[in-house]
């Protein structure tokens, strides 16, 4: 079955807003303590990382080329988990993943990093 799954993802105009979603089944946390991190990937470009966060203490850590102006937060009662997009650009057009990591730190964003993956859910920016 299916443990990560991403929603929210769409159409927006240049400066405008989008809010994405990953339910994550119990399954996927094994372990008492995790971090979940969101990536993206665009047409022909490798799978980038766009922030994380810890599971349990609430930390956060952001690729610079979204830093205020993404914030990533989570619901622990609801096992879900969010990356609220604000001032889109044309370049945050990709398809946005979420993501497991269980044995690496908060910092830690190579793809390999992260073990378990969501479907991903289109982000597309128009200019």
């Known amino acids: 079955q299916v443990l990560l799954v991403e929603s929210g993802g769409g159409l927006v105009h240049a400066g405008g807003s989008l809010r994405l979603s990953c339910a994550a089944s119990e399954r996927t946390f094994r372990t008492s303590i995790s971090i979940m991190g969101w990536f993206r990937q665009a047409g022909g470009k490798d799978r980038e990382f766009v922030a994380a966060?810890?599971?349990?203490?609430?930390?956060?850590y952001y690729a610079d080329s979204v830093k205020g102006r993404f914030t990533i937060s989570r619901d622990i009662a609801k096992t879900t988990l969010y990356l609220q997009m604000n001032s889109l650009k044309p370049e945050d057009t990709a398809v946005y993943y979420c993501a497991q990591n269980t044995g690496y730190g908060l910092r830690s964003s190579q793809t390999y990093n992260y073990d378990l993956w969501g479907q991903g859910t289109q982000v597309t920016v128009s200019s």
């Open positions: 966060i810890s599971w349990s203490g609430g930390a956060t």
